[in-house]
């Protein structure tokens, strides 16, 4: 507030808000309560991002943003965040650069999705989290 600003951006970790499907933590949403009310004491607008690229890691077992349950589990979450948080919430955005990893390889600062599956840190990851890989360009994760 001090150096003028008058709206603060950050996101809310879906991860944290709902460390496993369906159990959300009181503890997390607090969290962002505080953070959201210290804006407001500083007269500050905080606005919201939902989503700002980490992703739950049940979810990513689960398939990821390429399954199809993947829209109706993050609306439930929003929807329980915003039940919580909303009546301090200044402004909100869903995503935050929904389309950076298409433009990232597109420009050629990622490697395409079947390179990177090659590498033994993604292979790793997927046999930790129980997925297999698929080798397409529409569906990359199978449980």
Not at 29 to 41: G, P, Q, S, T
């Amino acid at each position: 507030a001090e150096l003028g600003f008058n709206l603060y951006r950050f996101s809310i970790e879906w991860a944290r808000v709902e460390p496993e499907e369906g159990e959300f933590s009181l503890a997390e949403l607090d969290h962002y309560r505080r953070m959201l009310a210290a804006c407001h004491e500083h007269h500050i607008t905080p606005m919201v991002t939902f989503h700002h690229f980490t992703t739950p890691r049940w979810v990513i077992a689960q398939g990821g943003w390429e399954a199809d349950t993947t829209p109706a589990k993050f609306a439930r979450y929003c929807e329980r965040a915003t039940r919580h948080l909303g009546d301090l919430i200044g402004a909100a955005c869903t995503i935050n650069e929904a389309n950076i990893g298409a433009l990232l390889t597109s420009i050629g600062i990622l490697p395409p999705s079947e390179v990177l599956q090659q590498a033994s840190w993604w292979q790793a990851a997927a046999q930790a989290l129980g997925v297999t890989l698929m080798h397409t360009d529409r569906r990359h994760f199978r449980h």
